[in-house]
C-alpha cells in the first residue's frame, strides 16, 4: 500500500511539473496583448492583440492612409510543442495561406521570428519598451538590398 501510494504521489508531482511548463512561451509573450498605433506623415499602422486561448494570441493589423487601407494581414502566435510560431495571412499573398516565422530569439521584452525563405521580410520582431510602448522592426533582402524599418507603437486601449 505504500508503494502505491509513493508511486501516486512521485507520479503527480512529476505530472504537474511537465504541464506547468506547458504554454511557457505563449504566456511570455501576452505584453503583445492589446491594441498599438504608430501614427506618421506615411499614414497609420495599428496592430490589435488577443489572447485567443492557452496556446495563441491573434491580431489584425493595417496600415491606413489617408481613408485607403494600404495593407492588412491577419497575424497568429501559435505554441505548440513548446516551439512559438509567428504565422501571417496576407490576403492576395502566398496563395492566401499562411506564412511561418519560427521563434530564433526570446528575452522577457523581446521576440524575433526568422523565415529565410520568404521575399520579405525575412525577420520579424517585437521589443517592449514599457507597458505602453512596443517597437516593431521588419528586415530583410529585396531587390538585393538590406532593408529595415522601425514601427514605434503606443498603446491605445
Known amino acids: ?13 512529476l505530472f504537474s511539473c511537465t504541464n506547468s511548463h506547458k504554454n511557457e512561451k505563449i504566456k511570455t509573450s501576452e505584453w503583445l496583448v492589446g491594441a498599438w498605433k504608430n501614427q506618421s506623415k506615411e499614414g497609420i499602422v495599428t496592430e490589435t492583440w488577443s489572447k485567443l486561448n492557452d496556446s495563441t494570441l491573434a491580431a489584425s493589423s493595417f496600415f491606413i492612409k489617408e ?4 495593407h492588412f494581414e491577419n497575424i497568429a502566435l501559435t505554441e505548440k ?4 510560431v509567428y504565422e501571417t495571412t496576407i490576403q492576395g499573398q502566398n496563395n492566401d495561406k499562411p506564412i511561418l516565422f519560427p521563434l530564433i530569439l526570446e528575452t522577457e521584452n523581446e521576440l524575433v521570428f ?12 517585437y521589443q517592449s519598451k514599457s507597458k505602453s510602448a512596443i517597437t516593431i522592426s521588419i528586415s530583410g533582402k529585396q531587390s538585393k538590398k538590406i532593408i529595415s524599418e522601425q514601427f ?3 498603446k491605445i486601449k
Do not use: A, C, V, W
Request: no cysteine; aromatic share 12%; charged share 25%.
Open 1 to 13: 500500500m505504500r508503494l502505491l501510494f509513493l508511486f501516486l504521489t512521485i507520479s503527480s508531482f
Open 67 to 70: 481613408k485607403d487601407t494600404l
Open 152 to 154: 514605434k507603437m503606443t
Open 114 to 125: 526568422e523565415n529565410l525563405h520568404n521575399d520579405y521580410p525575412q525577420k520579424i520582431s
Open 81 to 84: 510543442d513548446g516551439e512559438l
